[in-house]
């Protein structure tokens, strides 16, 4: 269980247009969502949390305008990079964050999809 | 938030266990201790939870001390496949997750 998809896997996209990544617990619900955005070699970066039924949270210097988060339902969460430029180019990660009562929930990940803006 | 430290790198041998300290040193008393892989161009993948002594599954062990403010993942008998980034992160329920730089493991033939 605690499966976590992405779709697409992988999209390439001119300067100047939009594109959005879906994010889905397939086999639970999940109130919390995160994205996260991962440079080559580097680490993850947390970009915003997304809680169902209410706005996003974005974490300092992430613009909610151009990186837009819609929580509709508790088992999707979608991103909007809005007028991508190639700086956006990166490889964005979602995890979720399991309905439940234990102290801790643990966050699962979905495979990523890598963004590449010509 | 809790800050966590890990070794930049390391490497080990095929069929040799493989132990990665983290320290946290600010850890809160409602922060569990998770571990995370991940391999090139994928998603990290959970490898295991604690809050405080050992718990092992069946893929590794961690282990914690009294004071909590370190933690040890344990992978026993380490095969080429186990090459990867080990990330070390501590939060609480529906809380966000701060990720560190990672231990990079390089298991060799």
């Known amino acids: 269980g605690a499966v976590v998809s992405q779709h697409p896997s992988r999209v390439i996209c001119k300067s100047g247009t939009s594109v959005k990544i879906e994010c889905r617990s397939l086999d639970f619900q999940a109130t919390t969502m995160f994205w996260y955005r991962q440079f080559p070699k580097k680490s993850l970066m947390l970009m915003a949390t997304?809680?169902?039924?209410?706005?996003?949270?974005?974490e300092q210097g992430v613009e909610k305008d151009k990186f837009l988060i819609n929580h509709a339902s508790l088992t999707l969460s979608t991103l909007t990079v809005t007028s991508a430029h190639p700086e956006d180019s990166s490889f964005y990660i979602c995890?979720?964050?399991?309905?439940?009562?234990?102290?801790?929930?643990?966050?699962?990940f979905g495979p990523g999809t890598r963004l590449t803006v010509l | 938030l809790a800050k966590t430290t890990q070794p930049i790198s390391m490497d080990s041998y095929e069929g040799q266990e493989v132990n990665i300290t983290c320290s946290h040193n600010n850890i809160a008393t409602n922060d569990y201790i998770t571990w995370y892989q991940q391999f090139p161009s994928q998603g990290p993948r959970f490898i295991i939870q604690?809050?405080?002594t050992k718990v092992t599954n069946e893929v590794a062990s961690l282990f914690i001390p009294a004071d909590r403010k370190s933690s040890t993942l344990s992978l026993p008998r380490v095969s080429l496949s186990d090459t990867a980034v080990y990330y070390c992160l501590v939060g609480t329920q529906g809380g966000k997750l701060i990720f560190g730089q990672g231990t990079e493991l390089s298991v060799k033939p």
């Open positions: 995890s979720a964050s399991r309905v439940g009562g234990r102290l801790a929930d643990t966050q699962y």
């Open positions: 997304s809680n169902e039924g209410s706005k996003a949270t974005y």
């Open positions: 604690g809050y405080k």
